[in-house]
């Protein structure tokens, strides 16, 4: 899937719907081929002129009865349940990958803004529940782990509200593009502890400001370092600084539409993670992000209509 840029979308475009379909098959987007539930033999795929994208799966297995499965070829898909042809959504997404502005995605795609922003959460979503499914923890004996904590979407007063915001506990691994962040409720000891134990791997240095909830670290098996913000940048008697970690943080703050972060603040942390780790080759990587979660090629049967 390299070399893919808005061009190669819009020639696959001109190219009808076939061409369209074949390269998302090719690539795993579209399922290429199918079993039928009732009979479980293969599927076969047709023209359809009648539908959206032209072609649909059809078992003709006439023992059972004369065109007994249908199934959409969007099924399980990226792009089942959008009423989009199938280049836009790739574009959209194409689009989101490049960090394009809301603004000219709806121009090229020739949609409207609230659509293009469903998909820019979409897009953020497939981060996230890949991220929750398969991060490995950081860290291990030696490795360098800074950990932080910030509230975010904190002003004083919005139109006369106030807005409280909400606190965010991450960690860096130093010298590599790995990071995670959670959303809490608190930074107590015991969310922020259960935290470190499940993302950051025994015996990482950790490096923290010096909340008091880290004094714990130690007794769990952790080498822990505090860097006291207040009183100097770099510690004098450990050598830790917290560099990395401040850079990640205000870099975060500054990509976000500060007014709409409270409730999605998870996702465009993921987004983030995701952006931070692939810097290259980025709409291959995030097309296999999306196979991980819209798996067309798993083992699934038509529904019998
Ligand atoms: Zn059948």
Redesign the pocket.
């Known amino acids: 899937m390299e070399g893919i840029n808005s061009e190669f979308i819009y020639d696959l475009r001109r190219m009808g719907s076939l061409n369209m379909i074949q390269w998302c098959q090719k690539v795993g987007l579209l399922a290429s081929r199918r079993v039928?539930?009732?009979?479980?033999?293969e599927?076969k795929f047709i023209e359809r002129k009648d539908k959206k994208d032209g072609f649909e799966w059809i078992?003709?297995?006439r023992?059972?009865?004369i065109h007994?499965?249908k199934m959409s070829v969007r099924k399980d898909s990226w792009f089942e349940h959008s009423h989009m042809e199938i280049w836009k959504v790739l574009l959209i997404t194409y689009m989101w990958v490049m960090e394009a502005r809301v603004d000219h995605i709806c121009l090229d795609v020739g949609v409207n803004e609230s659509t293009v922003t469903d998909w820019m959460s979409f897009c953020r979503e497939v981060c996230f529940v890949v991220f929750e499914n398969e991060s490995e923890p950081l860290g291990g004996e030696g490795v360098v782990v800074e950990i932080y904590e910030s509230k975010f979407g904190k002003r004083k007063y919005n139109r006369g509200k106030r807005v409280e915001g909400k606190w965010v506990f991450g960690g860096v691994e130093r010298g590599s593009s790995r990071c995670f962040f959670k959303v809490v409720e608190c930074r107590s000891k015991d969310i922020l502890l259960d935290i470190i134990k499940n993302y950051i791997k025994p015996k990482s240095i950790l490096i923290s400001d010096c909340w008091k909830a880290y004094d714990c670290l130690k007794d769990e098996g952790f080498t822990h370092l505090k860097v006291n913000h207040s009183i100097t940048f770099k510690d004098p008697e450990s050598g830790a600084h917290t560099n990395s970690i401040e850079g990640t943080w205000s870099a975060i703050k500054r990509s976000f539409p500060r007014h709409k972060v409270n409730n999605a603040l998870i996702y465009y942390l993921c987004e983030y993670v995701w952006r931070r780790q692939f810097r290259t080759e980025k709409f291959n990587n995030f097309c296999t992000f999306i196979k991980k979660i819209y798996d067309v090629n798993k083992e699934v049967v038509?529904s019998k209509k």
């Open positions: 039928c539930n009732v009979c479980q033999k599927m078992c003709r297995e023992t059972v009865n007994c499965v038509g």
